[in-house]
């Protein structure tokens, strides 16, 4: 969900790549096989030239938005957000023109009931019989009215077991003193107060206020260990060495244990957070002609099997994974295999599912205004 990040060394082939291929010259049938951009499947009408964006920071490959821009001839503007927080206000502030934006399961409910979003038209999003069924007609948005999958994922415990002599192994054991000083948390009050909640044995989505404070003193106590939070990239502290463990979203520990090993990332016994991100057409949307276009190429499997090297979470995309599989099978390979990507059927069974709290959500607010400004 949610920072959401840089790729690595395939990522510069890949754009390097596609510039050439894009640009014209002497590649033979075979380069431009694996190099060139994808054509539309199918290629729908589009007479806007530019489409709007408000993203996850760092969750869209460079590649798929030039070859969106190069097929299309349409601009990619992309403005970022890093919570669901910050994104709902400047939306529900009026006056801003996107046509897409990310919303997380749990905002979801809230930005339809304010009427921030619009229904999808099905008829012009073909790439919807691509997309996993388990990850469809969820609570949030049933039948899938206003929003379809972008990618899934997990909120759990990250340790570097080098630095780290006895890890966690529960959202309960960050109170350790061991660890203050050395702690990442995610930079999401709805994780963060919610993981508090599961250490109190209350529900995630508790609308109980007397629950909320003493979750708020005890996070308060935590906070006072944190050395960072960070949504926009907390795997840069943890490979750095500046932190050495805490809490982060699937992908970011992922591309941390590519780049140092020692790095776990453990489901607490209380059940991690499970989330899934969105795509959405905001009411009022300037170009949704290109929004429905971008839908449909940037999520076609040749497209968006990129996901799995530079923005590794959980793919909710069949045909991403089918193309990756015949095409890119160590990066298949690697997703499949990990337990991290892959989430254990057991894990998801224990998760917890963050919810819109309705005329509770003033009091989460404050708790996080509270234990952070303290």
Not at 195 to 203: A, C, K, P, Q, S
Not at 230 to 243: F, H, N, Q, R, Y
């Amino acid at each position: 969900m949610a920072g959401r990040f840089w790729g690595g060394f395939m990522t510069v082939v890949l754009v390097t790549l596609l510039v050439a291929a894009c640009g014209g010259g002497g590649d033979t049938p075979a380069q431009e096989a694996t190099s060139a951009c994808p054509e539309p499947n199918p290629r729908l009408e589009v007479t806007s030239t530019e489409v709007n964006l408000f993203v996850w920071t760092e969750y869209i490959p460079q590649a798929t938005i030039d070859c969106f821009e190069e097929v299309y001839g349409v601009t990619v503007n992309k403005d970022e957000y890093s919570s669901n927080e910050e994104m709902y206000a400047k939306l529900s502030a009026g006056g801003a023109n996107y046509d897409l934006v990310q919303p997380t399961d749990y905002i979801v409910a809230l930005m339809i009931r304010q009427g921030l979003l619009q229904e999808l038209d099905k008829s012009r999003l073909p790439i919807f019989k691509q997309l996993d069924p388990n990850y469809l007609n969820l609570p949030f948005d049933p039948d899938n009215k206003y929003t379809l999958p972008y990618q899934a994922g997990t909120d759990a415990i990250v340790v570097n077991t080098d630095a780290v002599e006895t890890a966690p192994q529960s959202f309960a054991d960050l109170w350790n003193p061991e660890y203050a000083g050395r702690l990442v948390m995610l930079d999401d009050s709805r994780a963060i107060i919610g993981m508090t909640l599961l250490t109190l044995g209350y529900d995630v989505n508790t609308t109980d206020p007397t629950q909320l404070e003493e979750a708020k003193v005890k996070l308060a106590e935590l906070v006072k260990g944190v050395k960072l939070f960070d949504s926009d990239s907390p795997k840069t502290a943890l490979i750095a060495g500046d932190v050495d463990l805490g809490i982060t979203w699937t992908g970011e520990a992922v591309v941390a244990q590519r780049e140092v090993p020692a790095i776990e990332y453990i489901y607490p016994t209380e059940g991690p957070i499970l989330w899934q991100d969105n795509y959405a057409i905001p009411a009022g949307a300037p170009h949704v002609d290109a929004a429905y276009a971008w839908l449909n190429y940037s999520m076609q499997g040749d497209n968006f099997w990129r996901m799995l090297d530079e923005f590794p979470y959980t793919n909710p995309n069949r045909a991403a994974l089918e193309y990756a599989q015949a095409n890119h099978p160590e990066l298949y390979d690697a997703y499949i295999n990990s337990n991290i990507t892959n989430t254990p059927a057991e894990v998801l069974q224990r998760g917890h599912r963050i919810q819109d709290v309705g005329e509770a959500t003033p009091l989460y607010d404050q708790v996080w205004t509270e234990v952070k400004g303290g």
